[in-house]
């Protein structure tokens, strides 16, 4: 269980270190706050919207900096 966004980002940058050479993967499922999404995935809703606050911290992106780990955005 991850309580808190802070907690989601550093479990997340804990990754980056483990990702073998040449192409991985690393999973999100981003989402926004809304009515909606509040309602389909119950408690589980915050983690998607931290995803997505994930996606544009510049901690993360200094941690993928970092790691010399470059986004495919579509393949």
């Excluded at 907690?7 to 270190?17: G, K, N, Q, V």
């Excluded at 998607?48 to 970092?66: C, H, I, N, S, T």
Aim: aromatic residues 14%; charged residues 25%; without cysteine.
């Amino acid at each position: 269980m991850i309580g808190t966004y802070e907690a989601l980002r550093d479990f997340y940058i804990a990754l980056l270190p483990l990702l073998p050479e040449g192409t991985s993967e690393i999973f999100t499922h981003p989402g926004a706050d809304t009515p909606w999404a509040r309602e389909r995935f119950g408690a589980g809703w915050d983690k998607r919207v931290w995803e997505a606050q994930m996606l544009r911290d510049p901690v993360w992106r200094a941690a993928l900096e970092q790691e010399g780990i470059e986004i495919v955005a579509r393949w």
